[in-house]
């Protein structure tokens, strides 16, 4: 289950100084996305330029199904991933002959769609002679907030998405630590179930942030998790049960928005909680003070302003990722690829697509968060 890197010549002597121009494909859930970054490299650790970025949302695919079905998505990407990437290049304007690498991400996610473009990037990496890097999907959201801003590494990183909760020490590519982790659903998916019980359709986090606005959950007692644990994990599966209980019992679209405000502050509070915990314990040990959030919920706005006001409480600078950048998109995927050619870590052509992939698999190995599976650690 090894991540299939190798060091080639640049790894000899270091970074490589040099502009690299990288091809992203992004192809792990139901958008089918690619993007041409060019990273500057640099002693903060290098300047990202999104020359294109191109996504095809398959919601309409999906809304009648109320999430994703794995069987059309994949059959999705296979339809638009050419035409995508070349429209990328296209938005560019550039030919393959300027490109130093191409990136796709291998997992985690679902394997059909993951497989696609996985060999999608294969097929060009062998066909133009260009290195394959092969990009964890959770590490292109962890350098996601470079793609806005040249920020130097270490950093406190909350990753907060669909299928994922974790607080990380990010170091750089290839080298984080996880500090918490959800032990069952994640932030982003208990949204997205709670606003299928409310009747919110598909995707279900944005309709349930727009709901919330013209809610007053103060009134609405919902359950705080793990209280009486002292460390930096997450669990969201009580909540999701007591609000889906609820929902059944709402009358009134008053009734619905209420909920949906109580759903999106307790979210809040869990997540502001356990980062303000981590950045308390990252304080004693480290000198930089950065926290970033970054995946799908990042695009939260009341989910940012907390962990905004937190941070300031602690300290710690504030960075999220342009809002473009916090969904799954290739330009991160991209970036991820450049920072590893840039260090001289390629893959091999063999790289196989991963479900699961947790960004430290040390600890994801020794001390799960969830069972192991067949099919490897998920976090």
């Known amino acids: 289950m090894s991540a299939d890197y190798s060091s ?50 398959q919601i309409d695919d999906h809304a009648a199904y109320g999430g994703v079905v794995p069987e059309i998505a994949a059959r999705s990407h296979v339809e638009m991933i050419d035409g995508v990437a070349r429209r990328a290049m296209a938005q560019a304007g550039l030919d393959h002959a300027d490109l130093d690498g191409v990136a796709a991400t291998a997992g985690p996610g679902l394997v059909g769609g993951v497989m696609v473009g996985l060999g999608y990037g294969k097929a060009v990496s062998l066909a133009r002679g260009l290195p394959l890097v092969a990009v964890n999907h959770l590490e292109g ?39 918490g982790a959800t032990i069952d659903d994640a932030a982003g998916e208990a949204f997205d179930k709670i606003a299928k019980a409310l009747g919110l359709g598909y995707p279900g986090g944005p309709a349930l942030e727009r709901l919330a606005q013209t809610g007053d959950g103060s009134t609405i007692d919902l359950p705080r998790a793990l209280l009486g644990r002292k460390d930096c994990d997450f669990s969201f599966s009580g909540l999701k049960t007591a609000a889906f209980r609820i929902a059944q019992r709402c009358e009134t679209e008053q009734d619905k928005a209420d909920l949906a405000d109580a759903v999106q502050t307790a979210i809040a509070r869990q997540l502001a909680e356990r980062s303000e915990r981590a950045m308390i314990d990252h304080a004693a040990h480290h000198p930089d003070r950065l926290f970033v959030v970054a995946g799908g919920v990042a695009a939260n706005k009341t989910i940012r302003r ?74």
Request: net charge neutral.
């Open 8 to 57: 080639d010549a640049a790894a000899a002597t270091g970074r490589d100084v040099r502009p690299l121009t990288v091809l992203g494909l992004e192809t792990s859930c139901d958008e089918t996305a690619a993007s041409v970054v060019r990273l500057h490299p640099s002693a903060r650790g290098g300047r990202a330029e999104v020359l294109s970025s191109i996504v095809h949302s």
């Open 306 to 379: 907390v962990l905004e006001e937190t941070a300031a409480r602690q300290g710690f600078d504030f960075l999220a990722p342009p809002m473009a950048y916090c969904t799954d998109n290739a330009a991160m995927i991209a970036l991820a690829g450049a920072e590893r050619l840039a260090l001289g870590l390629v893959s091999d052509i063999d790289a196989a697509a991963r479900p699961r992939w947790p960004l430290d698999e040390a600890r994801a190995l020794s001390d799960p968060s969830h069972r192991t599976g067949r099919k490897g650690a998920k976090a």
């Open 141 to 179: 959201h962890a350098v996601s907030a470079r793609l806005g801003a040249e920020v130097a590494y270490p950093f406190l990183l909350l990753l907060v998405s669909g299928g994922h909760c974790q607080i990380l020490e990010v170091r750089g590519v290839g080298d984080m630590r996880r500090i």
